[in-house]
């Protein structure tokens, strides 16, 4: 589903990717792990056409991405949920979450992607007339990751989804994300702290300053030098 080959990436004469290569399936959760600046944002914006790499490419089925605009990139099948949780402050959730199906007239019906957004975060549907500002930061987070399902994805992008988020709320964050597994959709997820990791993750991928030391299944032995990285040793 998407391929990334030897992806290249500077930013401001920077050296940010030196070279990554990964793979995501249908149906399959990825996790690319890696600390503060290791380059996992870099990627995600990558892939969405927001940077141009150096060398190397992104492809989603079978399709180069490196020259496509981000809306292009969307409408193809590929939904964002960034770190900072981006919630229209002065929209309601209902239609934050209604957003995509009025910029994306193709897929399913746009009732069948919101319903489906508010079947897998059930909480939302209490919210659906309250505004962005008035919600907490793990409220927020459902909300990005509902608005980037109803764009009726093939792959989605998860960006730290559980960065600042209370402890309570993460269970419910992480049974959506199987819930969004199970639907057949690729997800790739970045995270920092390695137990956030759902148990239920296919593969790992670890990023240190820029590059792959590591990929392999979570739980693994992982060699001292990666066990500092997903730690967060020094």
């Given amino acids: ?34 600390r503060n600046g290791a380059g996992k944002t870099t990627t995600f914006r990558t892939i969405m056409g927001y940077l141009r790499p150096v060398a190397g490419g992104a492809a989603f089925r079978d399709q180069s991405l490196v ?63 309250r505004d962005g500002d008035q919600l907490s930061g793990g409220e927020r987070k459902m909300v990005s990751i509902a608005r980037a399902l109803a764009l009726d994805p093939q792959l989605l992008l998860l960006d730290e989804p559980f960065e600042g988020l209370s402890p309570a709320i993460i269970p419910s964050i992480i049974e959506g994300i199987a819930s969004i597994r199970k639907l057949g959709h690729g997800i790739l997820m970045a995270e920092s702290n390695v137990h956030h990791i759902p148990e239920f993750a296919d593969r790992i991928y670890v990023l240190e300053r820029g590059e792959i030391i590591y990929h392999g299944k979570p739980g693994d032995t992982y060699p001292p030098e990666v066990m500092k990285v997903i730690t967060g040793g020094a």
């Fill in 1 to 34: 589903m998407l391929a990334i080959r030897d992806l290249v990436v500077d930013i401001q004469g920077s050296r940010i990717l030196r070279g990554i290569s990964l793979e995501v399936g249908a149906g399959e959760l990825v996790c690319l792990v890696g």
């Fill in 67 to 129: 020259s496509l605009p981000t809306y292009r990139i969307a409408q193809l099948g590929v939904g964002y949920s960034p770190e900072e949780s981006q919630v229209f402050a002065d929209l309601t959730v209902a239609e934050n979450i209604e957003l995509p199906t009025w910029t994306r007239k193709g897929g399913r019906p746009a009732k069948e992607r919101i319903d489906l957004a508010y079947d897998i975060f059930p909480k939302l549907r209490q919210y659906a007339h």
